[in-house]
């Protein structure tokens, strides 16, 4: 499925972009998100519990790297990470495809603040998501839209003033 949607993505922004050659268009793979978290067990009786490992997270997101790199994309977008180990397994992983293919990519990672305590849902500030995925060499770090516009802009700011990369 990924290697044939990143295709027909870059076919068609191949084909706007041969329109309009001063603005070209860009095809991002996206990884994630899964409704599974590594952080956190999902049976509140059982907190060791994990019905997902690092490792088994790992292998699907190299299994979809390799085809999101073989259809033809431009950048990688981890997107809506509610659970940062989450972010850091495709990260992994996305480094191991890079090691494996000879080739690098950008690539952009967008967390989710799950309410107005600022934090995600495994409990970390905007700044300690920001510290853990600044290991890698990032285009963007950034959030999505959970909360609506208004209510992102105090975490936006923080990504801002303390980010070395890029905000989206």
Do not use: W
Not at 18 to 40: D, E, Q, Y
Not at 78 to 93: G, H, Q, R, S
Not at 107 to 127: A, H
Request: contains cysteine.
């Amino acid at each position: 499925i990924n290697i044939a949607a990143a295709k027909l993505a870059r076919k068609a922004a191949d084909a706007f972009t041969a329109h309009t050659p001063n603005k070209p268009r860009f095809v991002a793979g996206a990884l994630g998100p899964t409704n599974r978290t590594a952080s956190i067990s999902p049976d509140v009786n059982n907190p060791g519990f994990r019905n997902v490992s690092f490792d088994g997270l790992v292998s699907t997101y190299c299994e979809a790297a390799h085809a999101l790199i073989e259809g033809g994309v431009d950048l990688f977008l981890i997107e809506t990470i509610f659970d940062t180990l989450n972010a850091k397994a495709a990260m992994y992983a996305i480094d191991e495809v890079f090691e494996a293919r000879g080739k690098k990519l950008p690539i952009m990672v967008s967390g989710t603040i799950t309410d107005q305590s600022g934090r995600t849902l495994t409990g970390q500030t905007t700044d300690a998501f920001l510290i853990s995925v600044s290991h890698m060499d990032l285009l963007s770090v950034g959030l999505n839209c959970a909360l609506g516009a208004s209510m992102m802009r105090p975490y936006l700011q923080v990504l801002n003033k303390n980010s070395k990369f890029g905000v989206s």
